[in-house]
């Protein structure tokens, strides 16, 4: 099982904030600044310039980046040695339904879980969040070809079919 890590910044509302729930429920563990964050961990970041595939089911740990982007120095977190972007999926949370790569941590974390193999522990993340299981019906086509991609370079041809 890869252990799950948030960097979180404070800058959304604690009441809605998805990664509180996780950490709440005993699934991940929150850092308050980067210098907290293991240097070995992959970085969900959608800036990176490789997508995330199951080729990277070997990592360490995930962690993914719970902060407004409009703030984020992404100097500090380029220097990190593992950063991929999730491919093309859908939101599924009340505030950004059905726009394309406007997820939630949860349903950032549990996209990576789905594509690196661990489906079963993806839909239970989702579980904590009472439109969560609905991420996983908007895309279940999407997530089923990523996660069998052999690699990067597959995830993007198969991400090209949605956009």
Same mark, same amino acid.
């Given at each position: 099982?890869?252990?799950? =890590?948030?960097?979180?910044?404070?800058?959304?509302?604690?009441?809605?904030?998805?990664?509180?729930?996780?950490?709440?429920?005993?699934?991940?563990?929150?850092?308050?600044?980067?210098?907290?964050?293991?240097?070995?961990?992959?970085?969900?970041?959608?800036?990176?310039?490789?997508?995330?595939?199951?080729?990277?089911?070997?990592?360490?740990?995930?962690?993914?980046?719970?902060?407004?982007?409009?703030?984020?120095?992404?100097?500090?977190?380029?220097?990190?040695?593992?950063?991929?972007?999730?491919?093309?999926?859908?939101?599924?949370?009340?505030?950004?339904?059905?726009?394309?790569?406007? %997820?939630?941590?949860?349903?950032?974390?549990?996209?990576? %879980?789905?594509?690196?193999?661990?489906?079963?522990?993806?839909?239970? %993340?989702?579980?904590?969040?009472?439109?969560?299981?609905?991420?996983?019906?908007?895309?279940?086509?999407?997530?089923?070809?990523?996660?069998?991609?052999?690699?990067?370079?597959?995830?993007?041809?198969?991400?090209?079919? =949605?956009?």
């Amino acid at each position: 099982m890869i252990p799950l =890590f948030a960097y979180r910044d404070n800058s959304c509302d604690p009441r809605k904030c998805t990664v509180k729930k996780l950490e709440r429920a005993g699934f991940l563990k929150i850092f308050k600044t980067l210098s907290q964050v293991p240097r070995n961990t992959l970085i969900l970041d959608p800036t990176a310039e490789q997508a995330l595939s199951p080729a990277d089911r070997f990592v360490k740990s995930i962690t993914v980046l719970d902060c407004s982007w409009e703030v984020l120095d992404t100097g500090a977190i380029s220097s990190w040695r593992i950063r991929r972007a999730l491919p093309f999926l859908m939101a599924a949370n009340p505030v950004n339904f059905g726009k394309p790569c406007k %997820l939630t941590s949860v349903e950032a974390v549990a996209a990576a %879980l789905y594509i690196m193999g661990e489906q079963e522990r993806a839909g239970e %993340l989702l579980s904590k969040v009472n439109w969560g299981i609905r991420f996983l019906e908007v895309n279940k086509e999407p997530l089923e070809l990523y996660a069998s991609a052999r690699d990067s370079t597959e995830v993007v041809r198969y991400q090209a079919l =949605f956009i």
